[in-house]
């Protein structure tokens, strides 16, 4: 016979890191702990004459959505049209564990699916103009 969930009271939520695109030199994972000017510098740097990028990938999940939107019109604005921008959206599952506290009965951590909203921004440097 299958044993019995804990009550939620003695759980504690445990949220997992999601899972990561490949990481490349040119890729940017936008978070809201990291100040907004710190983030915006590190892309100019990428996209400046000793980054050496020609193109960086802007990545934002949840509630980073719109710091990641910003910082690409901030960077398309003192570009002054030089770059060029193309944004995909997509949906991200991630898994939460429910992990008993204290020292329970060993019981194996149980697990949570949800889905999360997300966008990737390509900024790159416009082809000029023949």
């Known amino acids: ?21 490949p990481r490349r030199p040119g890729d940017v994972y936008v978070n809201m702990k990291t100040d907004f000017k710190a983030q915006l510098s590190r892309c100019q740097k990428l996209l400046g004459p000793a980054g050496g990028c ?30 060029r921008l193309a944004a995909n959206t997509s949906t991200v599952e991630l898994a939460d564990g429910l992990e008993p506290q204290g020292d329970e009965d060993g019981r194996p951590p149980l697990a949570r699916a949800r889905n999360n909203s997300a966008i990737h921004i390509r900024v790159c440097r416009a082809s000029p103009p023949p």
């Open 54 to 83: 020609a193109e960086i990938c802007i990545h934002g999940l949840g509630l980073a959505i719109n710091r990641a939107i910003n910082i690409a019109l901030q960077l398309q604005a003192a570009g002054a049209g030089g770059l």
């Open 1 to 21: 016979m299958a044993e019995p969930a804990p009550p939620a009271a003695e759980l504690a939520l445990r949220r997992r890191l999601p899972p990561r695109l």
